[in-house]
C-alpha cells in the first residue's frame, strides 16, 4: 500500500493524516510535495498524524526529517501525532524521538502550536 | 545443514527493492520467526536493497543486485550483492553524531546493523557484499558484530 495523506484545518494548524508506507519513491514523494505546498501556501503549523502508518524505511525517516528542519527554517513548526509502536520504536533507535515535538492527543497538539 | 536456499537475479529498479522485502518477510515468517522478527528482518534486507540498486548499481539498467536466501537449522542468512564500486565502509557515518541527526540520509546501514544478528559488508572494486544472519534461537553473540 503506498502512502495517502489527507488535509484538514483546525485552529489555524493544517493536519496532515497519513496512511500507509512512507518509503523510498512515491511515498516519501508524496509527504514531500504535501509539505511544500503548505509552505507555499503559507500554513507553517503542520501535524502529521501518523496513526494509520504501518510502515516506514530510512528514507521515510529522512523526509520526515527534512520536513521538519524544512517548516522549522521558514519560520514555521512540525509536530508528529499518534505514532505507531514500530515507528515510535523506529524513532527512538535512531534519536530522533526527542528531536521531534511527539503529540498522542489531538486537541492538546493543535493547542500546543499556540 | 541447509535446509532451503534460492537465488534471485534482479534489476536495479524499485520493484526489486520491493520484491527483496517481500520474500524476505514469506521466508521469514515460514521460517517461524515472530511478527515482529519478521518486520526486522524484512526492513534489513529492504535497506540492504535499496543500497544496491540506489548508492551500489546507481539504477544502471546494465548492472545486477543478486539476492540469496538460506535457510540451515541455525540461521536465516541473507546475502546482497551489487556491481558498483564498492562501498567505502570507513565513510558510513555514525547517525546518532549530533552533527548527523538532522541529516536526511545514512541511516541505512545502521537499521541493518540494529535488526540483525550479524552484519558482514564485502566491498570490492566489482561491487559490494553484504551478508545478514538472524539466528533462529535468538542471538548467539553479544551484541553486533560488523566486520569488512
Do not use: W
Not at chain 2, 536493497?49 to 545486477?64: S, T
Not at chain 2, 538460506?70 to 550483492?81: A, F, W
Request: hydrophobic share 35%; charged share 25%; glycine share 8%.
Amino acid at each position: 500500500m503506498s502512502m495517502k495523506i489527507s488535509t484538514r484545518q483546525v485552529d489555524g494548524v493544517t493536519i496532515l493524516d497519513c496512511s500507509g508506507r512512507i518509503t523510498l519513491g512515491e511515498g516519501s514523494i508524496t509527504l514531500r510535495e504535501n509539505v511544500g505546498q503548505l509552505l507555499a501556501k503559507g500554513q507553517k503549523k503542520i501535524l502529521l498524524n501518523l496513526g494509520e502508518i504501518n510502515y516506514i524505511d530510512s528514507s521515510g525517516i529522512g523526509e520526515l526529517v527534512t520536513a521538519f528542519t524544512t517548516v522549522r527554517k521558514q519560520g514555521g513548526d512540525l509536530k508528529l501525532l499518534n505514532l505507531t509502536k514500530k515507528v515510535h520504536d523506529l524513532l527512538q533507535i535512531t534519536k530522533l524521538y526527542t528531536v521531534f515535538d511527539v503529540k498522542d492527543d489531538e486537541a492538546a497538539a493543535v493547542k500546543s502550536f499556540g | 545443514m541447509t535446509k532451503h536456499k534460492v537465488s534471485y537475479t534482479l534489476d536495479s529498479t524499485l520493484e526489486t527493492v520491493e520484491n527483496a522485502e517481500q520474500t524476505a518477510s514469506q521466508l521469514a515468517t515460514d521460517a517461524g520467526f515472530d511478527e515482529d522478527e519478521v518486520m526486522r528482518i524484512a526492513m534489513a534486507v529492504r535497506e540492504a536493497a535499496v543500497n544496491a540498486v540506489l548508492h551500489g548499481n546507481c539504477y544502471d539498467p546494465q548492472k545486477k543486485v543478486t539476492l540469496n536466501f538460506e535457510m540451515t537449522s541455525d540461521d536465516l542468512v541473507i546475502t546482497i550483492r551489487d556491481q558498483g564500486c564498492g562501498l567505502d565502509v570507513n565513510k558510513i557515518p555514525d547517525p546518532l553524531a549530533p552533527d548527523n541527526l538532522l541529516k536526511s540520509s545514512g541511516r541505512g546501514i545502521f537499521l541493518i546493523r540494529s535488526f540483525m544478528d550479524e552484519v558482514h559488508i564485502h566491498p570490492s572494486q566489482t561491487g559490494t557484499e553484504i551478508k545478514l544472519v538472524k539466528h533462529v534461537h535468538g542471538s548467539a553473540v553479544d551484541g553486533k558484530e560488523a566486520s569488512s
